[in-house]
């Protein structure tokens, strides 16, 4: 397997935000940690492993991403306005200035997958939902898709426009609607401990992307499947075996 470490400084973060790849071919896509989480969490936790065969095959090359969660929607020390505009900055930098690195890198000429579990999992359907000019396949693995859980019932436009439960709703834009209609969309959670929210929430997502005619797999496993890692490598390397990349 290929492996490559990278380390870019961000004018957008205004510090050097680090990422690896995994591979040499096929469909990039954009790996985002949990909560907190870092670049290498994906790795350390088995999950490009549980992959490796698509991997070396040239079906994938993983783009294993930082985060600034502890900088913005986890920051629950800062007032909930400054936390969206720290994410803001990092939207800015995913798309302005990484994504840009991984098409030349890659070479890949068709759009991108992301991935994620729990918060990963939210950054990874966000990104999607609001840019499906730029991906088109999501796997979405115990997230949680409203804002409830970060800033309560604060509300402005940031918190709006960055929680899929909030805008979604609303979304009668056909130009949205009708790439979603065309992509790949995964929605997978548990049952078991530390699930609860994400349940609740994922069944959320599912009722709003039904209303939107919105086709999605969304798959709820049994009352034994946690909110850990061992499961989200079963359903990892499950869905992205099962999914029509292109």
């Given at each position: 397997?290929?492996?490559?470490?990278?380390?870019?400084?961000?004018?957008?973060?205004?510090?050097?935000?680090?990422?690896?790849?995994?591979?040499?071919?096929?469909?990039?896509?954009?790996?985002?940690?949990?909560?907190?989480?870092?670049?290498?969490?994906?790795?350390?936790?088995?999950?490009?492993?549980?992959?490796?065969?698509?991997?070396?095959?040239?079906?994938?090359?993983?783009?294993?991403?930082?985060?600034?969660?502890?900088?913005?929607?986890?920051?629950?020390?800062?007032?909930?306005?400054?936390?969206?505009?720290?994410?803001?900055?990092?939207?800015?930098?995913?798309?302005?200035?990484?994504?840009?690195?991984?098409?030349?890198?890659?070479?890949?000429?068709?759009?991108?997958?992301?991935?994620?579990?729990?918060?990963?999992?939210?950054?990874?359907?966000?990104?999607?939902?609001?840019?499906?000019?730029?991906?088109?396949?999501?796997?979405?693995?115990?997230?949680?898709?409203?804002?409830?859980?970060?800033?309560?019932?604060?509300?402005?436009?940031?918190?709006?426009?960055?929680?899929?439960?909030?805008?979604?709703?609303?979304?009668?834009?056909?130009?949205?609607?009708?790439?979603?209609?065309?992509?790949?969309?995964?929605?997978?959670?548990?049952?078991?401990?530390?699930?609860?929210?994400?349940?609740?929430?994922?069944?959320?997502?599912?009722?709003?992307?039904?209303?939107?005619?919105?086709?999605?797999?969304?798959?709820?496993?049994?009352?034994?499947?946690?909110?850990d890692w061992p499961w989200w490598r079963k359903q990892w390397r499950y869905f992205l075996g099962e999914l029509n990349l292109r």
């Amino acid at each position: 397997m290929n492996v490559e470490y990278h380390k870019m400084w961000s004018q957008h973060l205004n510090k050097d935000m680090e990422f690896k790849s995994y591979g040499h071919a096929g469909k990039p896509v954009l790996v985002f940690p949990t909560g907190c989480g870092r670049f290498y969490e994906f790795e350390d936790f088995g999950m490009v492993e549980a992959v490796r065969d698509q991997i070396d095959g040239g079906r994938v090359t993983l783009y294993t991403v930082d985060s600034v969660d502890c900088e913005s929607w986890m920051a629950h020390w800062m007032p909930p306005g400054d936390r969206g505009e720290r994410h803001l900055q990092y939207e800015h930098y995913i798309l302005d200035e990484l994504v840009p690195f991984v098409n030349d890198h890659s070479g890949y000429e068709g759009s991108l997958g992301t991935t994620g579990c729990s918060m990963g999992a939210y950054h990874a359907a966000n990104f999607f939902f609001k840019h499906p000019d730029i991906f088109d396949t999501v796997i979405a693995l115990s997230g949680m898709y409203g804002p409830q859980h970060f800033v309560g019932d604060y509300m402005d436009d940031n918190v709006y426009f960055n929680f899929p439960l909030c805008y979604l709703p609303n979304l009668t834009d056909p130009w949205y609607i009708e790439r979603f209609r065309e992509a790949e969309i995964v929605i997978c959670v548990g049952q078991g401990m530390w699930e609860e929210d994400s349940l609740r929430e994922t069944r959320l997502l599912e009722q709003d992307l039904h209303a939107l005619g919105v086709p999605a797999w969304v798959d709820i496993w049994g009352n034994n499947v946690s909110h850990d890692w061992p499961w989200w490598r079963k359903q990892w390397r499950y869905f992205l075996g099962e999914l029509n990349l292109r």
